[in-house]
């Protein structure tokens, strides 16, 4: 459905684009887990595309490592925590950002983001008003002291080792208007591409993120 794209940021990047077949309800940046814009996004923005929206996944590891796509082993996991660090976050909000703009012709933008991407689009709920909805970000308690200048949704698997109830609490309370939901499941729980997929917990969430687009972007 989709195609890779050159995307405008401070330096070029890739990004993969989905267009609907209809005419789109708006725009939603589809913002990658650490594992690099992989076939798992990508079939993010497809679905996202299917539902109606113009999907766009900025390559957030691009400015310091063109192409990236790991897999979710050992190895998978170690390159991406060490390219988190060289990127951080505010090189990612920069891409969110002319992302954003790239499919601003789509009318409301939004976000979705998983794992360190779940973070990234609470902080751009932040930075750049952009309604989100983040799916396990493992980082979202740093970001908590500082309010949200759009709506957000947030996801989390009770399993998840990652993060700790207190985390989840905390989060909850500095959000108190957008629903928090939880999970009996792990941590990555939406990739089908991993061992800890759930799809009860993955269909239910979608269903879900849908109807917070349906609400703030369409």
Same mark, same amino acid.
């Not at 798992?40 to 691009?62: E, S």
């Not at 601003?104 to 902080?123: E, I, S």
């Not at 909850?172 to 939880?182: H, I, K, M, R, V």
């Given at each position: 459905?989709?195609?890779?794209?050159?995307?405008?940021?401070?330096?070029?990047?890739?990004?993969?684009?989905?267009e609907?077949?209809?005419?789109?309800?708006g725009?939603?940046?589809?913002?990658?887990?650490?594992?690099g814009?992989?076939?798992?996004?990508?079939?993010?923005?497809?679905?996202?595309?299917?539902?109606?929206?113009t999907?766009?996944?900025?390559?957030?590891?691009?400015?310091?490592?063109?192409?990236?796509?790991?897999?979710?082993?050992?190895g998978?996991?170690?390159?991406?925590? $060490?390219?988190? !660090?060289?990127?951080?976050?505010? =090189?990612?909000?920069? @891409?969110? /950002?002319? %992302?954003?703009?790239?499919? +601003?012709?789509?009318?409301?933008?939004?976000?979705?983001g998983?794992?360190?991407?779940?973070?990234?689009?609470?902080?751009?709920?932040?930075?750049?008003?952009?309604?989100?909805?983040?799916?396990?970000?493992?980082?979202?308690?740093?970001?908590?002291?500082?309010?949200?200048?759009?709506?957000?949704?947030?996801?989390?698997?009770?399993?998840?080792?990652?993060?700790?109830?207190?985390?989840?609490?905390?989060?909850?309370?500095?959000?108190?208007?957008?629903?928090?939901?939880?999970?009996? $499941?792990?941590? !990555?729980?939406?990739?089908?591409? =991993?061992?800890?997929? @759930?799809? /009860?917990? %993955?269909?239910?969430?979608? +269903?879900?993120?849908?109807?917070?687009?349906?609400?703030?972007?369409?």
């Amino acid at each position: 459905m989709g195609q890779m794209i050159t995307l405008h940021s401070d330096t070029p990047i890739g990004a993969y684009l989905a267009e609907p077949a209809n005419p789109t309800r708006g725009g939603i940046v589809v913002i990658q887990e650490i594992f690099g814009v992989n076939e798992h996004i990508r079939d993010v923005a497809d679905r996202v595309a299917a539902a109606g929206y113009t999907a766009i996944a900025p390559a957030l590891f691009d400015a310091v490592q063109p192409g990236v796509e790991l897999g979710y082993d050992a190895g998978g996991i170690s390159q991406g925590i $060490a390219l988190m !660090g060289q990127v951080g976050f505010e =090189r990612p909000l920069q @891409d969110v /950002a002319a %992302a954003a703009k790239y499919i +601003a012709h789509a009318g409301r933008v939004g976000t979705v983001g998983f794992c360190w991407g779940g973070t990234v689009a609470y902080a751009a709920a932040i930075e750049l008003g952009l309604p989100g909805v983040s799916y396990y970000g493992g980082g979202n308690t740093h970001f908590v002291g500082r309010p949200a200048r759009a709506p957000l949704m947030f996801h989390y698997g009770l399993k998840d080792a990652h993060i700790s109830a207190d985390d989840r609490a905390k989060v909850a309370a500095a959000n108190p208007d957008a629903p928090l939901y939880e999970y009996d $499941a792990d941590h !990555g729980f939406n990739c089908d591409r =991993r061992a800890s997929y @759930d799809a /009860a917990s %993955a269909e239910l969430a979608w +269903a879900r993120t849908l109807a917070f687009f349906a609400e703030h972007i369409g």
